[in-house]
């Protein structure tokens, strides 16, 4: 099983290394991670972090449910996104918003 580097720059929180494929929300909530989880379901916007994948594409965009609540939450920030409907499928580099 393949699995790759998250990173949390400026948390001082160290990286991880998850498995592919892998639920941020479920991978890191446990680890008293920097990142705040509310509803776990794309709706609150407690989770809204800057996104920034190593390689271009290797992470997946939102889908349209998570694009309606970015245009709310973050409509000026093109790496938002709602950590809680993230998947891990390649490295990233995470920072909270807020």
Known sequence: MSTHRVEFPGSGFAPLELAHGAQLVLAVSALDSPLLFGCRAGLCGTCLVELEAEVTGSIAPPDADEREALEI???????????????????????RIG
């Open 73 to 95: 939450y973050a409509p000026e920030r093109p790496l938002a996104r709602l950590a809680c409907q993230v998947r891990v499928t390649g490295a990233m580099r995470i920072r």
